[in-house]
C-alpha cells in the first residue's frame, strides 16, 4: 500500500478538438480495440497487448480455487483528500483480499487532463480513476469506459446508494462508473466573525435575509464570496434547489426559465448589496481571507469540511454550518455541490479490471469503509445504507463540536435529480460568460440568461425551451 504524489506535469492530450463536453465523444473508433461487453464474463475482449501494462501490472494471481484471475498491483487515480480517503482503506482491503492498491495523487485539473490523454491514446489509463458526476455524461457512451453492470448485479450492492446518482453514470450502453460520493451542501461559516457582530444563522431561512445579516457586517469584512470563475457553481446549486433542469425531458435547453432567473436575480443582489468580495476561487488568496475571516462564509458541498481542514487547520473550532439559505420562503434548502465517483478505462486488461473492481466495491460499497473516509476527511457517502450511523452524531471538532454529520444526512434525501448531458460544460462556459457581465452591470439578470441559452443552442443545435 502505498500513496504517490504526481508531480502534476500535464501531458500533451492531442486530438483534443476531436472531443466534447470533457473531450470524449466519438471516442470508441479511437481508443483502439478495448471491449465493453459483460465485465463479469472471461470471454470479454480485452485491450490491445500494448495496453496489457496499464493500471499497475501484468502479473494476475487467482483469489480462490474458483474465483478468477486478479492482478497482484494496480495504481488508482484521485486528488487532493479525495485521494488521502482512498488510501485510509486500501491497506485493509490489502490486508483482506491481497494485492497491491497503490494511490496516485493528482491535482485535479492534471488529472482530467492526463486521463483524458491516455484514454484518448488508448494506453497508459490506471486501473481505476476518479470521476465528477458533473463530467460522467460525457464520458458513458465513448467507449472508453468499461460496464461495470454485470459486476454490480453480481454483488447486490446497487440498490444500496441514494438513486439520484446513477443517472449520469448509465446509458443504454451500461453502467460505467460506482458511486463514491455526493456533495450535499452546507453554509460554512467562521463563528467568530459573525458571533462578533451579532450575525444568528439560527434566524436565517432565505438568501434575501441572509443578505440582510450581512448588512451588520464593516466594510471590510464581508459576509461571503461570489467568485468570477465559478458563477456556475452558485448557479447550478441554487438552480438544483429549486428543481430547476438546464435541459427538458426532450433535450432543449431550459437555463432561461423563471427558476434560472430568480437564481440570477439573487446573485445580482448579492453584487449590489456590498456584502461579498469576489476573490477567484480555489487561489491562494480565497484561502487566506477564509483564514483570517475577511470572508466570513461559503456555501459548498459537505467534502468542504475537509478540504477547509486540510487547509486551514489552525482555525479548527472557529467554523459552523447550516443549511443553505432557500431561494423563497418556504422553499427546498436541500441541494448538491459536486460528488466522485470511480470508473474503469475500457482498455486495461480482464484481470487488472477485476482487480479494480474489487477494490472499488470494498471502499465504495461497505458502511464501514466510507463512514471510515467520512469521519477522516469529510467525504459524504451516496451509499444510503450509512445514513443511520451514530457517526453523523459524532462531534465535529473542526466545527466547534457540532454534529454536522446529521444535518447532512438529512439533507441527502431531499437533494432534486439534476439532468446532466454531454453538454453540460457548455452550459457551464455560457453562464460563467454571460453572468460576469451581469456581475459588471453590462446585462440586467434577464438579458444573461437569455443570452446563456442562447449560446448553449448555437453551439449544441438544441432547441430553446
Known amino acids: 500500500m502505498k500513496i504517490v504524489m504526481a508531480n502534476n506535469d500535464r501531458s500533451p492530450v492531442g486530438r483534443r478538438r476531436v472531443l466534447k463536453g470533457v473531450g470524449l465523444a466519438g471516442l470508441a473508433g479511437l481508443a483502439g480495440c478495448a471491449g465493453t461487453g459483460d465485465p463479469g464474463s472471461s470471454t470479454q475482449t480485452t485491450a490491445s497487448d500494448d495496453s496489457m501494462d496499464s493500471g499497475g501490472s501484468t502479473d494476475t494471481e487467482t483469489t480462490a480455487a474458483s474465483g478468477p484471475a486478479m492482478a497482484d498491483s494496480i495504481e488508482v487515480w484521485g486528488w487532493d483528500v479525495a485521494a488521502k480517503s482512498l488510501d485510509l482503506v486500501d491497506e485493509p482491503y490489502e490486508d483482506a483480499n491481497g494485492g497491491d492498491v497503490s494511490i496516485n495523487q493528482i491535482g485535479r485539473a492534471d488529472l482530467k487532463d492526463k486521463f483524458k490523454s491516455t484514454v484518448l491514446s ?170 483570517e475571516g475577511t470572508t466570513a462564509s461559503l456555501t459548498a458541498g459537505a467534502w468542504m469540511e475537509g478540504t477547509l481542514k486540510a487547509e486551514l487547520g489552525d482555525t479548527s473550532g472557529s467554523w459552523g454550518v447550516f443549511k443553505p439559505p432557500a431561494v423563497e420562503s418556504g422553499g427546498s434548502r436541500a441541494t448538491n455541490w459536486g460528488g466522485s465517483n470511480i470508473t474503469i478505462p475500457a482498455q486495461i486488461s480482464e484481470e487488472t479490471a477485476r482487480r479494480a473492481w474489487d477494490y472499488m466495491a470494498f471502499a465504495l460499497g461497505r458502511p464501514e469503509n466510507q463512514l471510515t473516509m467520512y469521519r477522516e476527511f469529510g467525504i459524504f457517502p451516496a451509499l444510503e445504507t450509512t445514513y443511520d450511523s451514530e457517526a453523523y452524531d459524532e462531534p465535529h471538532e473542526f466545527l466547534d463540536g457540532q454534529p454536522a454529520g446529521r444535518l447532512f444526512a438529512d439533507i441527502a434525501p431531499e437533494i432534486n435529480p439534476y439532468r446532466y448531458t454531454v453538454d453540460t460544460p457548455e452550459v457551464t462556459k455560457a453562464i460563467n460568460t454571460h453572468f460576469r457581465d451581469m456581475m459588471a452591470g453590462d446585462k440586467t439578470p434577464k438579458e444573461a440568461v437569455d443570452a446563456a441559452a442562447q449560446q448553449v443552442a448555437d453551439r449544441t443545435d438544441r432547441d430553446l425551451a
Open 122 to 291: 488508448g494506453s497508459g489509463a490506471p486501473a481505476a480513476s476518479m470521476m465528477e458526476s458533473v463530467d460522467a455524461a460525457s464520458w458513458v457512451n465513448t467507449g472508453g469506459l468499461r460496464d461495470i453492470s454485470a459486476w454490480l448485479e453480481e454483488s447486490g450492492i446497487k440498490g444500496e446508494f441514494v438513486e439520484g446518482k446513477w443517472g449520469p453514470l448509465e446509458s443504454d450502453a451500461g453502467t460505467f462508473a460506482l458511486p463514491w460520493d455526493i456533495g450535499p451542501v452546507g453554509t460554512f461559516y467562521r463563528r467568530d466573525v459573525l458571533d462578533e457582530y451579532d450575525i444568528d444563522v439560527d434566524s436565517v431561512e432565505t438568501w434575501d435575509q441572509y443578505i440582510e445579516e450581512g448588512q451588520k457586517l464593516p466594510d471590510d469584512q464581508y459576509l461571503l464570496n461570489l467568485p468570477s470563475n465559478d458563477y456556475d457553481g452558485l448557479w447550478r446549486m441554487m438552480y438544483r434547489q429549486i428543481g430547476g433542469q438546464p435541459f427538458t425531458s426532450n433535450g432543449d435547453v431550459n437555463i432561461h426559465s423563471d427558476k434560472s432567473l430568480q437564481v440570477a436575480r439573487i446573485l445580482n443582489r448579492i453584487r449590489d448589496s456590498g456584502v461579498a468580495n469576489d476573490v477567484a476561487s480555489w487561489s491562494s488568496s480565497w484561502f487566506t481571507a477564509f483564514g
